[in-house]
């Protein structure tokens, strides 16, 4: 079994900074891609942005050029560095990893998600 741990969502003003954290922990072999989601309510679930293992990176339109995603493949941890944030990113921010477990084999994990608030 693969945990996924997030953390730093919060309550953030229009024009903010906040930090994602996604640590993973167990069994695992090697780490293939790793992924940040969201879900506002009544919305479902979308792609925020993604890195596969050879380090490039891939954003949705709406975020582009205001978030970063980064890895530390040291740590199993992916972060999600997200500025000038909008009302409309406000939603339950879900990390999501894909590897190889030691003994029993690929994997695809969810983190518990965190919720991100960005209001006046």
Same mark, same amino acid.
């Given at each position: 079994?693969? =945990?996924? +741990? ?6 953030? %003003? ?8 996604? &640590? ?8 293939? &891609?790793?992924?940040? /989601? =969201?879900?506002?309510?009544?919305? $479902?679930?979308?792609?925020? #942005? ?9 954003? #949705? ?29 406000? &939603?339950? /921010? ?7 477990? =030691? ?9 518990? $998600?965190? %919720?991100?608030? +960005?209001?006046?």
């Amino acid at each position: 079994q693969v =945990r996924l +741990v997030e953390s730093g969502g919060g309550l953030v %003003q229009p024009g903010g900074s906040l930090r994602l954290s996604c &640590a993973a922990s167990g069994s695992i072999r090697s780490i293939n &891609a790793m992924a940040w /989601y =969201r879900q506002a309510p009544g919305k $479902g679930r979308e792609l925020v #942005a993604s890195i596969p293992r050879d380090g490039t990176t891939n954003y #949705a339109d709406s975020v582009k050029g205001r978030f970063t995603i980064s890895r530390d493949t040291a740590m199993n941890a992916v972060y999600l560095q997200m500025n000038s944030l909008k009302p409309e990113d406000t &939603a339950v /921010y879900y990390c999501n990893v894909e590897g190889s477990m =030691r003994l029993f084999g690929p994997f695809n994990s969810w983190g518990q $998600g965190t %919720q991100v608030t +960005v209001s006046s």
